[in-house]
């Protein structure tokens, strides 16, 4: 063998072994990071793919048909929203020992009331410090749509809180509706005239808002609003978390009889979770359009830049200051651990709630990132992401307190101290109510305005950017949640118990410790523990059967 042979297969050699690994290295990295490395090339794809086809000026139904692909991520994840909350609830409350559960719901709603708190000051400190009403003017017209009075906008809430049907607030929840009635003023007929008319035109922007035309009245009559009960077309998320969850602790306090339903609860919940790791290779393809056409629907962005600039970015401040700054602070002071590396295992579900603006239809992802990659227990991950998905609200208090008070400095209105304080409070409130569908902060903003007398037609003046802002802040609805679930996972560890050593767990039964001996049979108990041991230690999910 020549000594240019020799060289040429050490070459070879050395090449293949490099070769070698680096191809190992691209499929460890491609199986942990692969999914999510997509979602964040399409976010990339989806924002230019937007903004370069806004030059070919496509038509209504074009821009429709160009976002088919994203409207069938949005029908899959809201799919799954109504199975995984009442499974997720009813099956994780009713294997928790009754006192572990109301320790664990003290803290968890403690935490969210705290943390919107936060997050409402910082709004608030921001607007106040940078002033961005004084950048921005009211246009010389406004569209005339009335809205609910804080009141009604209360009432309504309770009532969701208790839906009159089951099946209807799966796909419908209550809200009061205004009719107007006109008050025929009282002149005299005058024989031969015609009498004159008032017709209610619908708006050209938005057709659901109609305009009193007035035609040859003299006087104007007068108008007055009532309330009916109406409906709108969303799921009534907050009933049906409080139902899923008092028939949960109920089915832990009926012991063995309650069993069998837990069971299929536990069933129906590992089945939506295998759904979901299904569908999550669509959802870069379905992130590419869904970003893409909502670039297409949006007015010139320069113009909204002039007028409003200033405004989103102080909102998107207090979002970073208060999302990777208080809420990571929050988590090293009570866990000691590090936030950020917490954080990286739910990428995935900040890009999907960066697509979608909806922290319900991203309660699927959030779940299923919370198990596989953070090792959260799963009966705390089943109880704190659907109550946070309701509930927890950061995002949207910081963004309501800014909107009110940019309102109040676009129209000059000087606010004292007590105004604020009030502000403060009612966007806390209002935040608990707004459903986690895309853009219920508008809906919910009617309170907070009215707490404080300011004009709730000036709502208009932050609707152009509302779409974008939207998105940011349901980002930190669902990194709160997720947060949210990893302290509440590391406080009440010893309430469920540590984790048993390594060893055979059918032959140490007996040391497995009695969280759940208050509920279920003793040897469906066992069956439980054993379960939950083989998952935790293998991360496969075994189906134990009781024979």
Excluded at 32 to 38: A, P, R, W
Excluded at 57 to 70: H, V
Excluded at 144 to 155: E, I, P, R, Y
Aim: charged share 15%; with cysteine.
């Amino acid at each position: 063998m020549t000594m240019w042979e020799r060289v040429r297969r050490a070459l070879l050699n050395s090449l293949s072994t490099t070769f070698l690994h680096i191809w190992k290295w691209v499929a460890a990295f491609w199986r942990k990071n692969g999914l999510l490395t997509l979602s964040m090339l399409s976010v990339a794809t989806g924002c230019l793919l937007g903004f370069l086809l806004r030059a070919l000026e496509l038509t209504e139904l074009e821009k429709q048909y160009f976002s088919f692909p994203g409207e069938l991520l949005m029908r899959m994840l809201k799919m799954l929203i109504l199975p995984l909350i009442t499974s997720s609830l009813m099956s994780g409350l009713a294997t928790m020992d009754s006192r572990a559960c109301g320790k664990m719901g003290i803290i968890t709603i403690t935490y969210y009331l705290w943390t919107t708190f936060m997050a409402v000051t910082v709004g608030i400190i921001l607007v106040v410090s940078i002033h961005p009403g004084a950048a921005a003017q009211k246009d010389d017209y406004s569209v005339g749509k009335v809205v609910l009075s804080s009141a009604d906008a209360l009432l309504d809430l309770i009532r969701n809180m208790f839906p009159s049907n089951l099946i209807e607030a799966s796909f419908q929840q209550y809200r009061t509706v205004l009719v107007p009635v006109v008050k025929s003023p009282s002149f005299p007929k005058i024989p031969g005239k015609s009498l004159s008319f008032i017709y209610f035109a619908p708006d050209d922007e938005n057709p659901e808002i109609h305009r009193p035309v007035f035609l040859e009245l003299t006087p104007s009559p007068e108008m007055t609003y009532r309330t009916l009960p109406g409906t709108s077309n969303e799921m009534n998320v907050l009933g049906i978390v409080i139902f899923s969850a008092t028939i949960g602790l109920l089915l832990g306090k009926m012991g063995e009889r309650g069993t069998p339903l837990v069971n299929v609860c536990q069933c129906l919940n590992e089945a939506v979770m295998k759904i979901v790791s299904m569908a999550v290779w669509y959802f870069p393809f379905g992130i590419v359009f869904l970003i893409a056409g909502k670039i297409l629907e949006m007015g010139d962005p320069s113009v909204i830049g002039q007028k409003l600039g200033l405004y989103a970015i102080t909102v998107v401040s207090g979002l970073v200051i208060h999302g990777l700054v208080l809420l990571p602070l929050l988590f090293i002071l009570i866990t000691k651990k590090n936030p950020f590396a917490f954080i990286q295992g739910i990428l995935q579900a900040l890009l999907i709630a960066l697509a979608t603006s909806s922290s319900s239809a991203t309660l699927p992802i959030t779940l299923k990132c919370l198990l596989e990659n953070n090792g959260i227990d799963r009966r705390v991950a089943r109880f704190v992401l659907p109550v946070g998905a309701t509930i927890n609200m950061d995002g949207t208090a910081l963004y309501e307190a800014v909107a009110a008070i940019f309102i109040a400095q676009v129209n000059e209105y000087d606010l004292d101290l007590g105004q604020i304080i009030t502000i403060s409070i009612t966007a806390t409130a209002a935040s608990i109510g707004a459903a986690g569908i895309p853009q219920s902060g508008l809906v919910t903003m009617v309170i907070v305005l009215t707490s404080v007398g300011l004009p709730t037609d000036d709502i208009t003046l932050i609707i152009a950017v509302d779409w974008a802002l939207d998105r940011f802040r349901t980002m930190t609805n669902v990194l709160g949640d997720a947060l949210a679930a990893g302290i509440v996972a590391h406080v009440c560890e010893k309430d469920f118990g540590p984790k048993p050593p390594t060893q055979d767990p059918v032959s140490n039964t007996d040391k497995f410790p009695s969280v759940e001996t208050s509920h279920l049979h003793p040897k469906d108990n066992v069956i439980e523990m054993i379960e939950e041991t083989l998952f935790d230690q293998t991360g496969v999910h075994y189906n134990i059967c009781q024979v």
